[in-house]
């Protein structure tokens, strides 16, 4: 397959603990996303790269948010002392860095905090 | 910023029969209106997109129409199988600050749809 991959699927964790996602996009995709999407909800854009460069944060993105693609191909989204309220699945996509290139979705991570 | 409203939030209809789901936009300057299919568990998947320069598009039973004087996109999946239950999204994408690419696209709160055999 050689799709969006995300990993873990799924990710259980503590109120308080700190969570990492990667994401690798497509290989030759400049442009890579991130997304939150909660039950019921389309998904939410959070930041975007190109390439290693971070284009755009949402607000949506608090300081206990932190998403980095060191080389321009992974990225990673760290979240630091999680809240009830980060529950939700988190998706990457990436698209190629031209005039309509479509996202593609990986499977994403669900996060549960209890 | 952009806002994407969409409806119905839930759509049952009769396998054969016909499926519209509408959206409309706030920012005028969105230019790329795509459509995306979840099945439960699974990715968000591109089924069709438009651009503003085209007020209509078909791919096979699936047909996606712009209006961009109203600010509004439409959906119509014709003769509705079983297998096209799943949410549907639309999203809207303002253009981007660098030329090339969109960098971001807002979506609406989807559209569950269940076709009965």
């Known amino acids: 397959d050689t799709g969006v991959s995300q990993d873990p699927r799924h990710k259980i964790t503590k109120r308080g603990q700190n969570v990492t996602f990667r994401c690798d996009p497509i290989s030759e995709h400049n442009r890579l996303y991130w997304y939150r999407q909660t039950l019921g909800q389309g998904p939410e854009f959070l930041t975007y790269?190109?390439?290693?460069?971070?284009?755009?944060k949402s607000r949506l993105l608090s300081d206990r948010f932190s998403a980095e693609r060191p080389k321009g191909s992974f990225s990673t989204l760290e979240i630091q002392r999680t809240e009830q309220g980060d529950s939700a699945m988190y998706l990457c996509?990436?698209?190629?860095?031209?005039?309509?290139?479509?996202?593609?979705f990986g499977n994403g991570t669900r996060l549960t905090v209890t | 910023g952009e806002n994407v409203e969409q409806h119905p939030s839930t759509l049952s209809v009769q396998e054969g029969d016909s499926a519209v789901i509408k959206c409309t936009y706030s920012d005028s300057a969105s230019n790329y209106f795509p459509w995306y299919k979840q099945e439960l568990g699974k990715r968000p998947q591109l089924i069709i997109d438009?651009?503003?320069?085209?007020g209509e598009k078909k791919d096979q039973r699936i047909a996606v129409t712009l209006n961009k004087t109203a600010k509004h996109f439409s959906l119509h999946i014709t003769e509705t199988q079983p297998e096209d239950s799943a949410v549907y999204f639309c999203a809207a994408s303002p253009p981007p600050p660098l030329s090339g690419g969109y960098n971001k696209l807002i979506f609406g709160a989807g559209t569950r749809l269940a076709v009965h055999p």
């Open positions: 438009i651009r503003s320069n085209v």
């Open positions: 996509a990436s698209s190629e860095d031209r005039v309509g290139s479509p996202l593609h």
């Open positions: 790269f190109q390439n290693e460069a971070q284009l755009e």
